[in-house]
């Protein structure tokens, strides 16, 4: 891993109104690193991810980025254009419903192409042939390139919206439960292909999830989240083997008690 971290997240706090949705949360994470967020429902998870991926602007706290030109920028004071071109080239954002992240009435071709027009790609050959190239990565059969993905499982439209997030070599993907719907054979079948593509592609990922199996499959390091707080991050094996804090104990021991 670089010795230079991709992002770096310092003191970042969320208030709605007088409400807490995230607070005081710092961290750095390096290229190629796969962080994962956990905690019950409420905890502050997608409220933490939402500042991260600029969706959301935090109330205090500063969040860096490492620019391609090798120049941090505060994603807070970065211009509408400049932050439009992160999301399409450099970052992907994987939702937990894929209606939320695809098109669903143009093709599933067109659903990957798009997102190489938008970063000005025009040669249409090239355009499907890497469409076509990545519905083989992601397990879809070449032969359903001009299907809409409303005509799709659950679990195909999942693995298509990856593909639509991966095809533009991001560096940087966001992961909002991102087998949250599915049924747990999908998912088992889902993981291992994120687990995949992340480690050959080198990418760094931040995934949300409430299921711990999860983030022991997908992730180096994690973080648990309590109240909006974090109360324990360290690598995900030490955490779910060792758990210091006794709320995370008592995650650990439910999950193994199901
Ligand atoms: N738009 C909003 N307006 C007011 N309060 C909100 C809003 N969004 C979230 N909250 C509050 O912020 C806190 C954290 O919510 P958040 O959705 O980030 O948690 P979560 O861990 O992602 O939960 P879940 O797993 O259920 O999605 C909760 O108390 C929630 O009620």
Not at 148 to 154: E, L
Request: aromatic share 6%.
């Amino acid at each position: 891993m670089s010795a230079v971290p991709l992002l770096k997240v310092r003191d970042v706090s969320k208030f709605y109104g007088s409400r807490i949705g995230c607070r005081n949360v710092s961290f750095e994470l390096y290229p190629g690193e796969v962080l994962a967020v956990v905690g019950e429902s409420g905890s502050g998870k997608t409220t933490l991810l939402s500042c991260l991926s600029t969706r959301l602007m935090p109330s205090s706290g500063m969040i860096e980025y490492h620019m391609r030109d090798g120049q941090y920028r505060d994603l807070a004071h970065m211009g509408e254009a400049a932050r439009r071109f992160l999301m399409r080239t450099d970052w992907g954002f994987v939702h937990q419903n894929p209606a939320d992240g695809l098109r669903m009435t143009v093709s599933a071709g067109a659903n990957v192409g798009e997102r190489l027009m938008a970063v000005g790609d025009r040669h249409y050959g090239n355009i499907r042939a890497s469409a076509s190239d990545w519905l083989r990565r992601v397990e879809i059969g070449e032969d359903r390139i001009d299907d809409q993905p409303r005509a799709f499982s659950g679990g195909m439209r999942q693995r298509l919206q990856i593909a639509r997030n991966l095809v533009t070599s991001p560096r940087l993907v966001f992961m909002d439960e991102p087998t949250g719907g599915l049924d747990v054979s999908v998912q088992a079948r889902l993981l291992d292909l994120v687990r995949g593509l992340v480690h050959d592609l080198g990418l760094a990922a931040i995934i949300v999830t409430h299921d711990l199996a999860v983030a022991r499959l997908l992730s180096h390091r994690m973080m648990v989240m309590k109240d909006g707080a974090v109360i324990e991050q360290g690598l995900t094996d030490r955490v779910l083997d060792d758990p210091r804090e006794p709320y995370t104990q008592l995650l650990v021991s439910s999950i193994l008690q199901v």
